[in-house]
């Protein structure tokens, strides 16, 4: 199982920015598609942001031009810069992998708190 490592959680005030980051070691990740997803409150889970191998990204409405997933394939590395937060941004956010031909993993996921 290969291990992918998150980082950048916290809490912050409405309006402010946190940016997330996941790391492999596995020589896999330039030919993998990445992605952020996120379980609320109320155990619902979405997709937030990936990025194709190609380095296309694609978003949820509700994120929309205010986070912005990248990749950094020679540091095995993708981030998850979020911006303008909101109390409804609250979640437990895991980085996601489609590894071609393997399947997929998951983070262990970190906590997002938006409060005043």
């Known amino acids: 199982q290969e291990q992918l490592v998150e980082s950048g959680g916290g809490s912050v005030l409405p309006g402010g920015s946190l940016r997330l980051s996941c790391t492999t070691s596995?020589?896999?990740?330039?030919?993998?598609?990445m992605g952020w997803y996120r379980q609320n409150p109320d155990n619902s889970r979405e997709a937030v942001a990936h990025?194709?191998?190609?380095?296309?990204?694609v978003y949820a409405d509700s994120v929309k031009g205010r986070f912005t997933i990248s990749r950094d394939n020679a540091n095995n590395t993708v981030s998850l810069q979020m911006n303008n937060l909101k109390p409804e941004d609250t979640a437990v956010y895991y980085c996601?992998?489609?590894?071609?031909?393997?399947?997929?993993?998951w983070g262990q996921g970190t906590q997002v708190t938006v409060s005043s």
């Open positions: 996601h992998a489609v590894r071609p031909a393997y399947g997929d993993y």
């Open positions: 596995g020589n896999w990740f330039q030919f993998a598609a």
């Open positions: 990025i194709t191998q190609g380095f296309s990204p």
